[in-house]
């Protein structure tokens, strides 16, 4: 560890590599031309004063910045090969953030204490997919910004125009997730059909009093844009989403902007701020089915299915699908969908028919215009009368289980977690005598699996 506590270091003109962790307890100041390539930690509970210096975060670990003082650098460059850079204090900009690969994270529910700052004048290049802020960024001063804010591996801008003010200053995120929750998508005002389910942004105006214009993005996990004209600027009021207008769109139906204003054509600013999405003015732009729940449980012989919806656009028909290995589907059931509905709907159907211990289900939504999607998948292990349970001991166990009673050749065993994926390659299988079976469970996680094979079944815990 490297306790930096000295009144004044100076780092000039050639770089410097630092791996282990730097604690600031004094002041660091970077002149003209410094550099510094930090691959481990930094606390800073002193002071970063006249920095003109650039500072490299790289490497393949991950790092993280804290301590109780604002940490502040002129030029920052991220380019990790791995991992990420995890922000538990404010880091400020005062000149060129560039992105080159690995995320900036920050905690949401920390907004006020961990977030990136970039001051007037301050600006970011390269922000993509790969190498963004996953968490919130403040952009402070009077000119447009365009918020390099993502979730995981997903890039999702938000812009502003330019404030009026220097000092004011907005905040804003980016979440993939559906905003329901949190705000209700069918509480609607005059001017929306429906709210996108698929992600939200927020962003307040959280110094001074400018009114700016709104900018946001869609892309290809937004879950369906087809009309740009009919999409509007959605903002949560408090009780309601209300539209913030469209004042214009670049792009297409993949990926695009859309700005806050009237006519598909004239940008304007909006006075208020909170949550922001995308919405539709009419039933085009699906933004799309709100799955709430998809279920699978054995009820005596059969298997019953349940699925929950909160929302519904164009929505044509649901298609019940079954696997015997999560590869090969086949639809079993039809049932017609709502259509259009902002209201809780249930569903629920039986496959009379189940295979014999592990199978999956996943539902096939379809629009009217012939569009699909898939939900995520569910499995369900079967018992049947003429299934014979295996003996597995001991159980748990940590590292090797036997077999008993198991004349079967070892290759027609399978070995499911619990939520229906194979993981018998990574199991070693040997056969100790002529009707048991040793395993090496060394190599899986924590947890219950399920051992098949032909009629036979059983489940062990791995511990």
């Given at each position: 560890?490297?306790?930096?506590?000295?009144?004044?270091?100076?780092?000039?003109?050639?770089?410097?590599?630092?791996?282990?962790?730097?604690?600031?307890?004094?002041?660091?100041?970077?002149?003209?031309?410094?550099?510094?390539?930090?691959?481990?930690?930094?606390?800073?509970?002193?002071?970063?004063?006249?920095?003109?210096?650039?500072?490299?975060?790289?490497?393949?670990?991950?790092?993280?910045?804290?301590?109780?003082?604002?940490?502040?650098?002129?030029?920052?460059?991220?380019?990790?090969?791995?991992?990420?850079?995890?922000?538990?204090?404010?880091?400020?900009?005062?000149?060129v953030l560039t992105f080159t690969n690995g995320l900036i994270l920050s905690d949401y529910g920390?907004?006020?204490?961990?977030?990136?700052?970039?001051?007037?004048?301050?600006?970011?290049?390269?922000?993509?997919?790969?190498?963004?802020?996953?968490?919130?960024?403040?952009?402070?001063?009077?000119?447009?910004?365009?918020?390099?804010?993502?979730?995981?591996?997903?890039?999702?801008?938000?812009?502003?125009?330019?404030?009026?003010?220097?000092?004011?200053?907005?905040?804003?995120?980016?979440?993939?997730?559906?905003?329901?929750?949190?705000?209700?998508?069918?509480?609607?005002?005059?001017?929306?059909?429906?709210?996108?389910?698929?992600?939200?942004?927020?962003?307040?105006?959280?110094?001074?009093?400018?009114?700016?214009?709104?900018?946001?993005?869609?892309?290809?996990?937004?879950?369906?844009?087809?009309?740009?004209?009919?999409?509007?600027?959605?903002?949560?009021?408090?009780?309601?989403?209300?539209?913030?207008?469209?004042?214009?769109?670049?792009?297409?139906?993949?990926?695009?902007?859309?700005?806050?204003?009237?006519?598909?054509?004239?940008?304007?600013?909006?006075?208020?701020?909170?949550?922001?999405?995308?919405?539709?003015?009419?039933?085009?732009?699906?933004?799309?089915?709100?799955?709430?729940?998809?279920?699978?449980?054995?009820?005596?012989?059969?298997?019953?299915?349940?699925?929950?919806?909160?929302?519904?656009?164009?929505?044509?028909?649901?298609?019940?699908?079954?696997?015997?290995?999560?590869?090969?589907?086949?639809?079993?059931?039809?049932?017609?969908?709502?259509?259009?509905?902002?209201?809780?709907?249930?569903?629920?159907?039986?496959?009379?028919?189940?295979?014999?211990?592990?199978s999956y289900y996943r539902l096939k939504q379809t629009d009217f215009n012939g569009e699909f999607?898939?939900?995520?998948?569910?499995?369900?292990?079967?018992?049947?009368?003429?299934?014979?349970?295996?003996?597995?001991?001991?159980?748990?166990?940590?590292?090797?289980?036997?077999?008993?009673?198991?004349?079967?050749?070892?290759?027609?065993?399978?070995?499911?977690?619990?939520?229906?994926?194979?993981?018998?390659?990574?199991?070693?299988?040997?056969?100790?005598?002529?009707?048991?079976?040793?395993?090496?469970?060394?190599?899986?996680?924590?947890?219950?699996?399920?051992?098949?094979?032909?009629?036979?079944?059983?489940?062990?815990?791995?511990q």
């Open positions: 560890m490297k306790l930096i506590s000295y009144a004044l270091l100076t780092l000039v003109l050639y770089p410097i590599n630092l791996s282990a962790q730097v604690q600031n307890n004094g002041n660091l100041r970077m002149h003209t031309g410094s550099n510094i390539g930090l691959f481990g930690n930094l606390t800073n509970n002193g002071a970063f004063t006249n920095n003109l210096g650039t500072l490299h975060v790289v490497g393949s670990n991950p790092q993280t910045f804290n301590g109780s003082s604002v940490i502040h650098f002129n030029n920052f460059t991220i380019n990790k090969s791995s991992n990420s850079l995890q922000l538990d204090n404010i880091l400020q900009i005062g000149g920390d907004i006020a204490t961990e977030f990136v700052n970039f001051l007037d004048g301050a600006t970011y290049t390269g922000a993509s997919n790969a190498s963004h802020i996953d968490g919130a960024i403040r952009k402070t001063g009077n000119s447009a910004f365009v918020f390099p804010t993502g979730d995981n591996t997903i890039l999702r801008t938000i812009g502003i125009t330019a404030p009026g003010v220097a000092t004011d200053h907005f905040t804003a995120f980016y979440a993939e997730n559906n905003p329901d929750g949190l705000y209700s998508g069918a509480s609607l005002d005059v001017g929306l059909d429906h709210v996108s389910a698929c992600e939200y942004w927020m962003l307040d105006r959280t110094g001074g009093s400018s009114n700016v214009a709104v900018t946001l993005s869609w892309a290809s996990n937004s879950c369906g844009v087809d009309n740009l004209c009919d999409l509007r600027v959605s903002r949560w009021d408090g009780a309601r989403w209300s539209s913030a207008g469209n004042g214009g769109v670049t792009g297409t139906s993949v990926s695009g902007t859309l700005v806050s204003g009237t006519s598909c054509a004239v940008p304007a600013s909006i006075a208020s701020f909170s949550p922001f999405t995308l919405g539709s003015f009419t039933s085009n732009n699906s933004l799309p089915i709100t799955l709430v729940s998809f279920k699978a449980q054995v009820c005596d012989n059969v298997v019953c299915l349940s699925w929950q919806t909160a929302s519904e656009i164009n929505n044509n028909f649901f298609t019940v699908e079954k696997s015997p290995d999560g590869l090969i589907w086949d639809g079993f059931e039809v049932i017609r969908g709502a259509g259009t509905s902002q209201t809780i709907l249930n569903y629920k159907t039986i496959d009379k028919y189940p295979s014999s211990g592990l999607e898939y939900s995520s998948i569910v499995s369900v292990y079967l018992e049947k009368p003429n299934d014979r349970r295996l003996t597995i001991y001991p159980n748990p166990a940590s590292d090797n289980i036997t077999i008993n009673g198991l004349p079967a050749d070892v290759n027609h065993i399978k070995i499911y977690n619990l939520v229906g994926q194979e993981v018998t390659i990574s199991v070693k299988i040997t056969r100790s005598s002529e009707s048991d079976l040793q395993l090496d469970i060394s190599l899986l996680k924590l947890g219950m699996y399920h051992v098949r094979t032909n009629n036979n079944y059983s489940s062990f815990i791995k």
